[in-house]
């Protein structure tokens, strides 16, 4: 079975500085990796995923994550925060040929301050 | 183009009551998964549906079932109702069955039981 850790449920960044939300799974097989952001009162919105080939992932609102097979991780990084960036961040795991069934860390909460 | 649409957004229900929510999937879209958000348990996979036949079941008692229909428009159940199942709803669809596919996420039902 997979599973997706994500390591602080709250962080908090000054606006301009650098975004790190941290993510390691567990897969029997190479997994493929998600992360979705959820604004308040709304659904999840996929911001990048990985499934096969180049590593680093360049997603949408100028966040990227690199998948290190041999740390198990897939962090999350954006160089420069912005305010609007404050929301809950979900990493997941699914594996291939499963059909869909998503695997959700518990969640980071972002905090951006002025 | 239309994103997933759930109805209702909102519901209190009593315990012992049963619910429907209804899913509206993306048009072309023949996947769709149902996920529980609760702030104490995270995100969960109930099911998925695609081309009316279940292919996947989370770990939900029997109180829990979905179903699609031909148009791939899908609800999901829950009879008996617990406090417990005070949740957001989440339903999200794919173009395909397949674990690498984005989905897109719908805004969710809130589901409130007293």
């Known amino acids: 079975a997979q599973s997706v850790t994500q390591l602080g449920s709250h962080v908090s960044v000054s606006e301009g500085a650098l975004v790190l939300l941290r993510c390691n799974y567990s897969s029997s097989v190479p997994p493929y990796l998600f992360w979705y952001v959820q604004y308040p009162n709304q659904g999840l919105q996929l911001l990048l995923k990985?499934?096969?080939?180049?590593?680093l992932v360049k997603g949408i609102n100028g966040f990227e994550a690199e998948f290190k097979k041999s740390e198990t991780s897939f962090h999350l990084t954006k160089p420069s925060a912005h305010m609007s960036d404050a929301a809950e961040y979900f990493c997941a795991v699914s594996l291939p040929n499963s059909g869909y069934a998503l695997n959700f860390g518990k969640g980071t909460s972002l905090l951006v301050t002025p | 183009k239309a994103g997933v649409t759930q109805t209702p957004r909102y519901l209190i229900k009593t315990r012992g009551q049963q619910v429907t929510l209804s899913c509206s999937p993306i048009s072309g879209h023949r996947s769709v998964s149902w996920y529980q958000q609760t702030p104490g348990q995270g995100l969960q996979f109930l099911f998925e549906y695609f081309s009316e036949t279940q292919r996947n079941k989370g770990n939900f008692p029997g109180r829990f079932s979905g179903r699609q229909f031909s148009n791939s428009r899908s609800e999901m159940n829950v009879s008996t109702l617990e406090l417990g199942d005070s949740a957001l709803y989440l339903c999200?669809?794919?173009?395909?069955?397949?674990?690498?596919?984005?989905?897109?996420f719908g805004e969710g039902s809130w589901l409130t039981v007293v």
């Open positions: 990985y499934t096969t080939g180049a590593t």
């Open positions: 999200a669809s794919s173009l395909v069955s397949e674990s690498g596919n984005t989905i897109y």
